[in-house]
C-alpha cells in the first residue's frame, strides 16, 4: 500500500509542473521526491507522468489519479480540522476580493459574520484576480472570488454568482436611467476599462468587436473607486458587474442601464486550494458572502426585469 507522503509527493508534482518546484513546495529532495512518484507508477502498473527532460506533462491516467488523490487529501484535512477545532471559530479566515466585491458586499457580510462569530478572527484581502488567484495558490488565502476563467491546476472553483454587465454614465449623460442599453447604437463612446491582465477587460473587447460597438477611445484604470469618481466627473463611461452598483440604483449619480440586444453577463467563482478543506470559519463567511450576493442579484432584478436568456 502506499504512503499519504507518496500521494502529496505526486500531488505536488501535477501542480508544479516539476520535480525540482516540488521538492520545494514539500520541504524534500528532488530525489525522495522521484522516487515517491516512481513508488506509485510501479504499485499502480502505469506511468503517471511523460518525462521529456525536465518538462513533466501528467497522462490520462495521472489526471484521473490525481482527481481521486485531491479528495482523499482534502477529506483528510477536513477531518484533522473538525478534530482540532472541535466546533469552535479557533483558525483566522483570509479572504481574498476583489474591488467589486468589498464596495458593495463586504461590509454586510462583514456584519452578519461577527454577529454569529464576535471573536473570530478575518483578513481581508482586496486585489485584482491574477493577484487573489496567486495568493490562493501559495496557501496564504483560505478562498478567494475572481472571475470566471479557465481551470486553474490546483484550485476548486465553484460558481457564486451570474451577474448582468451595466452601462455606467453621469446621471443625465445617457438618459433612460435603468432601460436596457444597446451599445452598438449609441454612437461612439469612451470606455474606461479594467487592464488586459483582468479577464473581465478581454470579454468586453469581445462583446465590442462582435457587436460592433464604435469605442472611440479607451481608458485603462485598474481602480474601481477612480473609475467612478472619473466616470461621474466627465462624459466618459464604463460597463461594471451591478453586484458592484446595486447600491447605486436607487441614486442619483448615474446612469445605470443593462447591457442588451444582446445582454452580457460576467460568471463570478470562489477559488479555493483543491486538497485542502475549508475551515468552519471561513465556509460561514462564503456562505454568508454568497447569500449576500443573491441578495443584490435579486434587487437588481426587481428594479430592472427579468435577465433575458444569456
Known amino acids: 500500500m502506499h504512503s499519504l507522503r507518496r500521494i502529496r509527493s505526486f500531488v505536488a508534482v501535477f501542480e508544479e509542473g516539476s520535480f525540482t518546484a516540488a521538492a520545494e513546495r514539500e520541504g524534500a529532495t528532488q530525489s525522495g521526491v522521484s522516487q515517491h512518484v516512481k513508488q506509485l507508477e510501479d ?10 527532460g525536465r518538462a513533466v506533462t501528467p497522462t490520462a491516467a495521472g489526471r484521473r489519479y490525481y ?9 483528510l484535512d477536513a477531518a484533522s480540522r473538525d478534530v482540532r477545532a472541535a466546533g469552535t471559530f479557533s483558525d483566522p479566515v483570509r479572504v481574498g476580493l ?7 458586499l463586504l461590509s454586510p457580510t462583514l456584519e452578519r459574520y461577527l454577529d454569529a462569530a464576535p471573536t473570530a478572527e478575518i483578513r481581508v484581502t482586496e486585489a485584482y484576480s491574477a493577484v487573489l488567484t496567486e495568493m490562493v495558490l501559495k496557501g496564504d488565502l483560505d478562498f478567494a472570488v475572481v472571475p470566471g476563467a479557465a481551470p486553474v491546476v490546483g484550485l476548486s472553483a465553484t460558481l457564486l454568482v451570474r451577474d448582468r454587465e451595466l452601462l455606467v454614465a453621469a446621471r443625465g449623460r445617457t438618459g433612460d436611467h435603468l432601460a436596457p442599453a444597446r451599445l452598438s447604437g449609441m454612437g461612439p463612446l469612451k470606455f474606461v476599462l479594467p487592464s488586459l491582465q483582468n479577464a473581465r ?5 469581445t462583446y465590442f468587436s462582435v457587436n460592433d460597438v464604435h469605442v472611440e477611445r479607451r481608458l485603462e484604470l485598474d481602480a474601481m473607486m477612480g473609475t467612478l469618481r472619473f466616470v461621474e466627473a466627465t462624459d466618459w463611461v464604463a460597463v461594471l458587474p451591478s453586484v458592484m452598483m446595486f447600491n447605486e440604483l436607487d441614486g442619483e449619480r448615474f446612469d445605470i442601464r443593462p447591457l442588451a440586444e444582446p445582454a452580457l453577463f460576467a460568471d463570478f467563482v470562489l477559488i479555493e486550494p483543491a486538497r485542502r478543506a475549508m475551515t468552519p470559519a471561513a465556509k460561514l463567511f462564503s456562505d454568508l458572502l454568497a447569500e449576500e450576493a443573491v441578495r443584490a442579484t435579486e434587487f437588481r432584478r426587481a428594479r430592472i426585469g427579468r435577465d433575458p436568456a444569456a
Open 98 to 104: 476583489m474591488p467589486t466585491f468589498t464596495r458593495a
Open 67 to 75: 482527481e481521486e488523490c485531491v479528495a482523499v487529501l482534502r477529506r
Open 43 to 52: 504499485f499502480l502498473a502505469t506511468p503517471l507522468f511523460q518525462r521529456d
Open 201 to 205: 477587460r478581454r470579454n468586453l473587447e
